[in-house]
């Protein structure tokens, strides 16, 4: 099926699409502010430049959207549009996280990944709680994890 919008308009929308100082991302950094925790933001120098860099405790955080790193949750539904396009670069988007996480665990990082479910809609976890689980994972965890709907979990490369 063709796009309804002609190339400029589809270039305009994408670029609305922020990747940086989103929500999720915003609420969690007050979560990391609340605990105390002095961090770096957006670290080019690092690989997948990772939204939270916590030096003092070899730790980094991704916030991943559910749409665009394709997590099982009711917040990832298939387009039914351009279905191929969008599963291919979903698809990519996932790889590449795995990669980037397994090289930055390789040089001695801890990773956790916070999904967008765990921060906002219906079944989100309580301000709480988020703060209790990041700060589970940095003062004991060696491992990577993972935080959604569920609470935290080691985190399993797809």
Same mark, same amino acid.
């Given at each position: 099926?063709?796009?309804?919008?002609?190339?400029?308009?589809?270039?305009?929308?994408?670029?609305?699409?922020?990747?940086? @100082?989103?929500?999720?991302?915003?609420?969690?950094?007050?979560?990391?502010?609340?605990?105390?925790?002095?961090?770096? %933001?957006?670290?080019?120098?690092?690989?997948?430049?990772?939204?939270? %860099?916590?030096?003092?405790?070899?730790?980094?955080?991704?916030?991943?959207?559910?749409?665009?790193?394709?997590?099982?949750?009711?917040?990832?539904?298939?387009?039914?549009?351009?279905?191929?396009?969008?599963?291919?670069?979903?698809?990519?988007?996932?790889?590449?996280?795995?990669?980037?996480?397994?090289?930055?665990?390789?040089?001695?990082?801890?990773?956790? %990944?916070?999904?967008?479910?765990?921060?906002?809609?219906?079944?989100?976890?309580?301000?709480? @709680?988020?703060?209790?689980?990041?700060?589970?994972?940095?003062?004991?965890?060696?491992?990577?994890?993972?935080?959604?709907?569920?609470?935290?979990?080691?985190?399993?490369?797809?």
């Amino acid at each position: 099926m063709a796009d309804v919008h002609s190339s400029e308009t589809r270039s305009k929308n994408m670029k609305a699409i922020r990747t940086k @100082d989103t929500a999720i991302e915003i609420k969690l950094a007050k979560t990391l502010d609340q605990l105390g925790l002095s961090y770096r %933001v957006q670290a080019s120098e690092l690989p997948g430049k990772p939204d939270f %860099v916590i030096d003092e405790y070899r730790a980094i955080i991704f916030v991943h959207g559910c749409f665009w790193h394709k997590h099982n949750c009711y917040l990832f539904k298939t387009p039914a549009t351009r279905t191929d396009f969008w599963l291919k670069k979903i698809q990519g988007n996932v790889k590449k996280g795995n990669d980037v996480i397994k090289h930055l665990s390789g040089v001695g990082w801890k990773v956790l %990944v916070v999904w967008e479910c765990a921060l906002r809609g219906k079944h989100k976890l309580t301000d709480n @709680d988020i703060s209790a689980r990041v700060e589970e994972w940095i003062c004991t965890s060696e491992k990577n994890a993972q935080i959604n709907t569920q609470g935290i979990s080691q985190m399993i490369s797809n």
